[in-house]
């Protein structure tokens, strides 16, 4: 299909799916973006990525259009400039769809928490309206629904790849510090990634290309010099590779007792076709993995506790309306006011983590498990980490080259059971997810469809798989992921 094609099916797409609100910010006037296609379909440049429609997580800033980050203290704030990875998109011909929902700042599993309303998942109904994950929802109903090509988010405990997972695309999360976060504003800066939801791999990967690389105004950008460690450890693991077949590891500790039996039966059925590839399935164990979701939740408000602190209405955010109070009210009042409930309570959480009387029980406890987490990982992957001293001796034939995992415990549970959901329960959600983000690995979330027996009727719904790989190792995975694709769609 032609760009000019593309863009106006996605236009067309953007009205006839306004009610899924997946969009604060819809994109240029549709004549104006017609006209750009028509442009770019053209002439000058000549990349996977000219003329096609992208949509940005509205943490994400941009030329043009607000940033908000669903928030009621950022309403209307224009950003003076592009974040890196946005102006990488558009030297490369993209065209800037739009800003799409999210849970505010980033804090959620369900991308309800927005000023702006919840994102709806296009696999619910209006009578029966599903979850769309979070905290991207909004960019991946945008590309579940064709509004654009693809999507730009930010995971920083599976918010790319559950709501991959919720609406049946690809959702891919990269080794933490190989995209630049300059112009994305942060939640927990050690775990924050830029992530991209896609219809499929190989999309995410001509993305993916784009925007990687050093950025000198992110000090968490991978320099040049490692990036090559990184290359160099690739180029060994691959010397000693014979054949394409690969070791393929299955954590026990994922079989949890809350997974749904659908859940549970697509991933065994998936490894069975793995298996009759060729590929060698491997159980692996990674103890640490029942503490990470708890450490997650003490490290991440921790971290977003001091970066939200500057969102008081005098460096940054709207000022509430109230003249001639003492400063201190003042702040009190315009954060009361701008930020909402699910923000407020994680700062909260955060603060107390960091208090004198709490640091060593909390924070310093779940920085031990995050550490953990990572060497747990280290000790099943076959390739070493390309950032810390390499292992001696023999590799053992045991060790896996990939984790495959189930991306969510659930199917997306109904908008509706949410509001009796505890905090605790919600959270529970990125269980599958966190121990990566923890440990800064690359994770990809693939779509498996499934049959999903309903009350009223009986319809297709998507169950998400996710691949996990050592860091660095992320062109290792999403080669592996475009053929798991291709494996299940013969299989359908």
């Known amino acids: 299909m032609s760009s000019f094609l593309h863009v106006e099916r996605c236009l067309a797409n953007q009205k006839s799916f306004k009610a899924l609100n997946a969009f604060i910010t819809a994109g240029p006037q549709g004549q104006h973006v017609l006209r750009r296609g ?23 800033c941009t030329i043009g259009f607000p940033t908000t980050c669903g928030s009621a203290i950022l309403k209307g704030f224009q950003s003076p400039y592009n974040a890196h990875i946005v102006q990488k998109l558009e030297d490369a011909g993209a065209i800037i769809a739009g800003k799409t929902n999210l849970d505010e700042f980033g804090m959620g599993s369900h991308s309800t928490h927005s000023v702006f309303g919840a994102v709806h998942n296009a696999l619910g109904t209006s009578e029966v309206p599903l979850s769309a994950g979070g905290s991207s929802g909004g960019s991946a109903v945008a590309v579940a629904t064709k509004q654009c090509w693809a999507a730009l ?24 510090g190989l995209i630049s976060r300059y112009g994305v504003v942060a939640y927990a800066n050690s775990m924050d990634t830029v992530g991209i939801l896609a219809p499929k791999g190989s999309v995410a990967r001509n993305v993916f290309d784009h925007i990687r690389g050093y950025d000198a105004s992110d000090p968490t950008s991978i320099r040049p010099s490692t990036l090559k460690r990184i290359h160099e450890t690739v180029e060994s693991r691959n010397a000693h590779r014979i054949g394409k077949s690969l070791r393929i590891g299955v954590p026990t500790e994922y079989n949890i007792e809350e997974l749904q039996p659908g859940v549970r039966s697509a991933w ?15 159980p692996v164990s990674l103890p640490a993995t029942k503490l990470a979701l708890s450490a997650y939740y003490v490290i991440a408000p921790a971290e977003a ?9 005098v460096r940054y955010g709207n000022q509430a309306g109230h003249k001639g109070v003492p400063g201190s009210v003042l702040f009190a009042t315009t954060r009361g006011e701008g930020l909402g409930e699910e923000v407020r309570k994680r700062i909260l959480l955060g603060a107390y983590s960091l ?21 747990d990982f280290d000790q099943v992957f076959a390739m070493d980490n390309p950032l810390i001293s390499q292992r001696s001796g023999d590799p053992d034939s045991e060790k896996v080259d990939v984790l495959l995992t189930p991306t969510a415990p659930s199917t997306p549970p109904t908008l509706a059971s949410l509001a009796s959901r505890t905090s605790v329960e919600t959270y529970r959600d990125d269980v599958m997810t966190v121990p990566a983000s923890l440990a800064g690995l690359p994770a990809i979330s693939l779509p498996v469809q499934m049959e999903c027996n309903h009350k009223e009727s009986e319809r297709k719904s998507w169950v998400g798989l996710q691949v996990i790989a050592q860091y660095g190792d992320d062109d290792m995975m999403l080669g592996f992921a475009e053929d798991l694709e291709n494996l299940l769609q013969s299989h359908r």
């Open 38 to 60: 028509r442009t770019d379909e053209s002439n000058l440049k000549n990349t996977p990525l000219t003329g096609q429609l992208i949509a940005v997580k509205d943490n994400i």
């Open 153 to 176: 988010g930010t995971d920083t405990g599976g918010s790319v790849r559950l709501p991959a997972a919720y609406t049946g695309i690809v959702g891919f999360k990269p080794s933490y």
């Open 268 to 282: 065994l059925k998936v490894l069975q076709h793995l298996q009759a590839e060729g590929h060698s399935i491997y």
């Open 305 to 313: 506790s001091s970066n939200l602190a500057k969102y008081d209405g």
């Open 355 to 375: 208090s004198a009387s709490a640091i060593d029980n909390y924070f310093i406890q779940a920085q031990r498990v995050r550490r953990r987490v990572q060497e």
